[in-house]
Each structure stands twice: as structure tokens, then as C-alpha cells.
């Protein structure tokens, strides 16, 4: 299982790192933008995305691949 992808915001734009990572992975325009290089990275390393707010708090979790199956609950 790959590194959980986060979108946080940057005084420039958004960016996309990579959890525990000291650096950012990319940097985007627009929060969708980085979304997308988000979700692209998950996928391949079967992990999650967790996007935050500009407040800096998580407001949205998807998860690509390490999902319970079934699905618990």
C-alpha cells in the first residue's frame, strides 16, 4: 500500500503531497487540478486521497484500493 495522497492549500495555489513526505509532490492552480494528480497517484499506489479545506481541515476522503471487502458496517 502506497502513502495516503493530501490536497492542501499553498499561498499560490494548491498542492498535492504525499503523507510524510517533507516536500510537496506537485503544485496545481486550482484545487480540482490537484484533485486529479491526486486521484492518479492513489490509484497507482492503491491508497487514499484526503482533501482539505482552506482552513486546513479535511473535508473529503476517497480511498483507491485499500478498501475492506466486503465492506465493513
Same mark, same amino acid.
Given at each position: 500500500?502506497?502513502?495516503?495522497?493530501?490536497?492542501?492549500?499553498?499561498?499560490?495555489?494548491? /498542492? %498535492?503531497?504525499? +503523507?510524510? @513526505?517533507? &516536500?510537496?509532490?506537485?503544485?496545481?492552480?486550482?484545487?480540482?487540478?490537484?484533485?486529479?494528480? /491526486? %486521484?492518479?497517484? +492513489?490509484? @497507482?499506489? &492503491?491508497?487514499?486521497?484526503?482533501?482539505?479545506?482552506?482552513?486546513?481541515?479535511?473535508?473529503?476522503?476517497?480511498?483507491?484500493?485499500?478498501?475492506?471487502?466486503?465492506?465493513?458496517?
Amino acid at each position: 500500500m502506497g502513502k495516503n495522497q493530501h490536497v492542501v492549500k499553498r499561498d499560490d495555489g494548491w /498542492a %498535492v503531497k504525499g +503523507a510524510g @513526505n517533507k &516536500k510537496d509532490t506537485s503544485h496545481h492552480t486550482t484545487q480540482e487540478e490537484a484533485r486529479k494528480a /491526486a %486521484v492518479s497517484i +492513489a490509484k @497507482n499506489q &492503491k491508497s487514499e486521497v484526503l482533501i482539505h479545506g482552506t482552513n486546513g481541515k479535511i473535508r473529503e476522503k476517497d480511498s483507491y484500493g485499500n478498501d475492506p471487502h466486503p465492506p465493513r458496517g
